[in-house]
């Protein structure tokens, strides 16, 4: 299957992100070979799957992740403000959703973290990843260059990637420093030459987030090896599946 279709934040483009009903909905659909999620860390070092640093958007509570604990988060319907059917949807953990698609679907993981906001992340990430024997089935992302550094530090073999939405002149030699092997790059920086480059340094490239099918079928004509990053997987299978 080329252009693999990886469902961001699940199926986010029908459910709500982030949830148990949104990794569900993209699992159904046997051509979603990937998932994106995210991840943070409870006052209490717990990682629990949400993109936005605050409650404010995606549930009903208010403030920082990082100043609730898990059961605390427990408590907000993460689902509601998407629809009625949603209500009563949690943030999940992420060992809920390891467990869900263990043995699955790969997932790429991406850490929310900036400095040392979350001390520990990286290493609570892996162990549950390692509890799950999923390592060879993850790949952990970032936008933070420390945060890649760390995880390198805790276990070298796992496979690591930076995301960026930019196209420096140095990208390649960036990732090679991290020790990265995977780039998440937003779609419309993504070209044929800068394809090439990475390719030939064995940097497997995964564009987002690409939700209409015109956008979709230019990054296929660049190369079919890429991973296409979607909040619509229904538009990819339209796409891509006669």
């Not at 059961?71 to 999940?92: C, M, N, T, V």
């Not at 419309?188 to 987030?209: C, H, K």
Request: hydrophobic share 40%.
């Amino acid at each position: 299957m080329n252009n693999l279709c990886v469902a961001h934040r699940g199926f986010s483009g029908k459910a709500p992100e982030n949830t148990m009903a949104a990794f569900r909905m993209a699992m159904d659909e046997p051509y979603v070979q990937w998932i994106e999620l995210d991840t943070q860390l409870t006052i209490d070092g717990i990682p629990v799957v949400i993109h936005d640093f605050s409650l404010n958007r995606t549930t009903n509570g208010t403030g920082k992740v990082k100043d609730y604990t898990w059961q605390q988060l427990l408590r907000f319907d993460a689902g509601s403000w998407k629809g009625r059917e949603y209500h009563g949807e949690r943030i999940p953990s992420l060992t809920e959703v390891l467990h869900l698609c263990c043995g699955r679907v790969r997932l790429n993981i991406e850490m929310k973290t900036s400095g040392n906001m979350y001390p520990g992340l990286e290493q609570a990430v892996i162990e549950r990843v390692a509890s799950y024997h999923m390592e060879q089935d993850v790949v952990l992302t970032s936008f933070d260059a420390g945060a890649l550094r760390k995880v390198k530090e805790i276990n070298p073999d796992m496979q690591t990637g930076l995301i960026i939405d930019a196209k420096p002149k140095d990208l390649v030699e960036r990732l090679q420093s991290l020790g990265c092997s995977f780039l998440s790059i937003g779609h419309p920086n993504l070209d044929s030459e800068l394809f090439q480059r990475l390719e030939s340094a064995g940097i497997e490239v995964m564009a987002w987030t690409v939700d209409d099918a015109k956008r979709m079928r230019r990054i296929a004509e660049i190369s079919p090896e890429i991973l296409i990053c979607t909040n619509r997987p229904d538009v990819w299978k339209k796409t891509f599946m006669r």
